[in-house]
């Protein structure tokens, strides 16, 4: 019973930690290592482009497209960032697919959902610990989560790994 209790707690407490909207997400952002977005339900944005990492509801498949778009309430924009001591692993809402870097140790290599492959066996793709910079690295190639700069505009914008270099377009926020 007590840990049907906590479960409830900690359910409860996620729900309220999810976001309203993006049209306050200059109020409301926060540094991904703060302590209050250690974990829980958040959307995750570009901080040059103030757009919101998304995961294509319409290609709801292992393999399917992330991309930045404008922030709105869509379950599509939120992503939960869980830990298993250093491993942070971050998963739709909408498809409970992971983050997952394509095993391509390129600049530019994308960047996909993926279905989540357990603590098991270790997926270092699919790892995403996050600097104090609030840049997202991945595991598997030490390359950070990165913008595309020239589709800044434009609607969707491209994000793929690069090497980490400190740039805006590296950098992300919880709202």
């Not at 729900?15 to 302590?35: C, V, W």
């Amino acid at each position: 019973m007590k840990k049907l209790l906590t479960l409830a707690v900690c359910a409860a407490a996620a729900i309220t930690t999810l976001p309203t909207g993006a049209a306050q997400a200059d109020n409301r952002a926060r540094n991904l290592d703060g302590p209050r977005v250690a974990a829980g339900w958040h959307q995750l944005a570009n901080s040059h482009s103030r757009k919101c990492l998304t995961i294509d509801a319409q290609q709801n498949w292992d393999g399917g497209r992330v991309y930045l778009a404008n922030c709105d309430t869509d379950a599509a924009q939120r992503w939960y960032r869980g830990a298993n001591g250093d491993r942070v692993v971050i998963t739709s809402a909408w498809s409970s697919r992971v983050l997952d870097a394509v095993l391509d140790n390129r600049n530019g290599s994308a960047v996909t959902g993926y279905r989540w492959l357990d603590w098991d066996h270790y997926p270092q793709n699919q790892q995403w610990p996050v600097t104090s910079a609030g840049e997202i690295k991945n595991a598997w190639n030490g390359r950070c989560l990165d913008a595309n700069p020239g589709q800044k505009d434009w609607p969707e914008q491209q994000v793929y790994l690069w090497d980490c270099n400190g740039s805006q377009w590296q950098r992300w926020f919880a709202v």
